[in-house]
């Protein structure tokens, strides 16, 4: 393994004396990220931008790219809204992360109240058992997350994997509803990863939802739901 | 050159013939490019953005080697075996080893164009692993036994009732099923759905690798990137060696450019940052994250006069834009990547002997390189392409006749000044309404597909003398 590393390694160091770069690039020996600082200074800016404007941003955008977006006045409203969700599509079980993770106190008691059966979705560790439990939880008619951030200038949603926080939730159902904690919205994707580029390395799996899931491939027709989600949800929460 | 052309020629006379085809890339060309323009219409800095992803993509490429064991080092330390392929072979033969080695019967993949560029389905399938394909376009592509003709939207030349028929003839699809788009894309879903379950591997490629973290970055819009790197226990990814980027503030960067340049969109629906495998405590996701670095000829390009080719970022706006792209399609460059991007990278990874005419498939017009997120100069990678194919004695006896001709003239005034007077006579006495429908002997070529203009009565520098007199 090392010695082929090394000899691919070797092979790509001899060509680079040799290679034919855009002019200028010898003289990069910073990464470019530091000769730019100045337009690193703008994003970050934008970063003090006002809350408010940045969820008029996120719910403009999101909903462009077919998105849904509520914002509750009051904490009470999030049960009525999910409530809402859910029996437009019939459902009865969802996938959830853990409520903790949420956002949204006594998640789990008002999905109870209203009927709706929580699926947790643990894979485990035996691999006998693996496809029989991603099988089991596939009818799940909705996924229910938090969010790590939201991004105003695309409608992004940012949604990072760890413990109580599984993949699955946002991506098997054909619905998907994300709550997003007041406080994290963001400006923009460089914006975040400025502020908070570390939960790249704290979670293996982080993923930037914008909009349902679409495809285009067949004549350019815009078609929506072919893997993920067909329905993106977002709720914004109020300010404790 | 022959009459019947090269095979370039043939397949694009093909393609040209076909009215059909000719419409959907009218329409799939047009509509990605006028989405490219609006989205960086409305972009502040666009252009500042575009030279700093210039910077970033030329940087990291003449520190190549540091990022890529950077890379390793990060991506091994959060729990991610990296594979050092060298060649096609020492990459599906790793691929296809692991799926020995595991006991695994069934692939789930989502697109990449470095699995295609090293036949990995075929070698998985005689390991005897199904392999499917999950990217809509390219699930019709493996059902139809067919090629790719776009990095973007690889059936662009497919209608739907193409799609339909095949559907219901291979996969059993009732009339319901495939009656509209929506009905195919629930169709789909429902049928690859079940792959995704039952799957023993998940194969994707990578859009980026980010050397700072170790994390690959899987960009999509349909969701089969997310649902191949998560369901099945076993992930593998295939990398190509300039994939790498130096930090996520650059990543930042190549992002904001990719999806404007490819679909007009600000960001993919999904872009996915993978770290390792699942740790400790998760729920879900692979046990085992594989990392296979491809080189393939890349190392060779880079240490040469193609090396800026090696920033692309494959968003495939040079296809939509380039003039013989929206006439001829994909199919017609018999090459895994299509258009200029293509007609550069592949006699640059397997030798310009293996497709001579590749880089003549171009008009040099420049549009590509004004279309490029990283700017890359397209013209001059081809016009460097053109020259290696002289020097190694692939031109065709009648250019290379012709350019002897040209500068036995050219170095001679009285000759040239002769020849240039006869052929004005020539033309002229020839035209009709000032064109020539036909040129004689090996010039007919031109005048296949077009007119000839008969050449003006003055030369420049005789209209320049009689104007300077007073």
Request: aromatic share 4%; charged share 25%.
């Amino acid at each position: 393994m090392t010695v082929q590393r090394d000899r691919m390694l070797e092979r790509i160091a001899a060509a680079i004396k040799k290679a034919r770069l855009p002019e200028g690039t010898s003289e990069h020996a910073q990464p470019p990220s530091v000769t730019t600082a100045r337009a690193n200074e703008e994003d970050r800016h934008g970063a003090h931008a006002d809350q408010r404007d940045l969820a008029e941003g996120f719910a403009r955008e999101l909903a462009a790219v077919g998105g849904h977006v509520y914002r509750p006045a009051a904490m009470e409203e999030v049960a009525v809204i999910v409530g809402r969700i859910l029996r437009a599509k019939g459902a009865t079980r969802v996938i959830a992360w853990d409520e903790e993770w949420l956002g949204w106190p006594g998640a789990y008691r008002s999905l109870g109240a209203m009927g709706i059966e929580i699926a947790h979705c643990d894979v485990g560790s035996d691999s006998q058992q693996r496809k029989p439990k991603l099988k089991s939880v596939e009818s799940a008619a909705a996924g229910i997350t938090g969010a790590a951030a939201a991004l105003a200038d695309s409608g992004t949603l940012v949604i990072a994997s760890g413990p109580g926080r599984g993949r699955l939730a946002s991506l098997l159902p054909p619905v998907h509803v994300a709550i997003v904690a007041p406080r994290t919205l963001y400006p923009s994707l460089p914006a975040f990863l400025a502020a908070h580029g570390d939960i790249v390395e704290s979670c293996s799996n982080v993923v930037l939802v914008t909009g349902p899931s679409r495809t285009a491939d067949i004549e350019m027709t815009l078609s929506l739901g072919v893997h993920g989600p067909k329905e993106v949800h977002a709720i914004l929460l109020p300010d404790a | 050159m022959s009459d019947s052309g090269t095979s370039f020629q043939r397949r694009s006379e093909e393609a040209l013939r076909d009215t059909r085809l000719r419409a959907a890339l009218r329409l799939a060309t047009g509509r990605l490019a006028a989405g490219r323009l609006r989205a960086f219409e409305a972009m502040p800095r666009a252009d500042t953005l575009r030279d700093r992803a210039r910077r970033i993509r030329a940087h990291t490429l003449s520190r190549l080697d540091t990022y890529l064991a950077r890379f390793a080092d990060a991506a091994e330390s959060q729990g991610a075996i990296v594979h050092w392929a060298s060649t096609a072979a020492d990459a599906t033969e790793y691929v296809a080893q692991l799926a020995r080695e595991r006991g695994a019967r069934s692939a789930v993949k989502s697109k990449s164009m470095v699995s295609e560029e090293v036949e990995l389905n075929a070698v998985l399938e005689a390991a005897g692993v199904r392999v499917v394909e999950t990217d809509l376009g390219e699930y019709v592509v493996q059902v139809s036994a067919d090629t790719p003709s776009h990095i973007i939207v690889p059936i662009v030349h497919r209608s739907r009732e193409d799609v339909a028929v095949l559907f219901r003839d291979k996969l059993g699809a009732l009339d319901e099923d495939v009656a509209d788009v929506p009905a195919i894309t629930a169709f789909t879903r429902r049928l690859l759905r079940q792959e995704f379950l039952q799957a023993d591997i998940g194969i994707s490629g990578a859009n980026f690798a980010v050397a700072e973290t170790g994390s690959i970055c899987l960009v999509t819009n349909e969701g089969n990137g997310r649902l191949t790197t998560t369901c099945p226990r076993l992930h593998i990814a295939l990398v190509g060696i300039e994939r790498v980027v130096p930090t996520l503030e650059d990543l930042g960067v190549m992002l904001q450019l990719l999806a404007r340049s490819a679909t007009g969109q600000k960001l993919s629906v999904y872009t996915s940052l993978i770290t390792g495998p699942r740790r400790a405590g998760e729920p879900d996701g692979p046990e085992e994250l594989h990392i296979v670095l491809v080189d393939n000829g890349r190392s060779s390009i880079l240490g040469g006069e193609l090396a800026e080719i090696l920033a692309c970022i494959r968003c495939g706006a040079c296809l939509n834009i380039c003039p013989v792209y929206q006439h001829v399609g994909g199919h017609a460059y018999a090459s895994v990547y299509p258009g200029p991007i293509g007609s550069v990278f592949t006699p640059g990874t397997r030798g310009i002997a293996t497709c001579p005419e590749l880089p003549h498939a171009s008009t040099l017009c420049g549009a590509c390189r004004d279309a490029c997120p990283v700017r890359i100069d397209i013209p001059r990678l081809l016009l460097q392409l053109r020259q290696d194919g002289r020097k190694a004695g692939l031109a065709p006896v009648w250019l290379r006749a012709g350019v002897a001709l040209y500068g036995l003239a050219a170095s001679r005034p009285w000759l040239y000044r002769a020849s240039a007077r006869a052929a004005r006579f020539a033309t002229r006495l020839a035209a009709s309404d000032g064109w020539l429908p036909r040129l004689p002997g090996p010039l007919s070529g031109w005048t296949r597909h077009r007119d000839f203009p008969a050449l003006a009565a003055r030369s420049f520098v005789e209209t320049r003398r009689a104007r300077r007199r007073p």
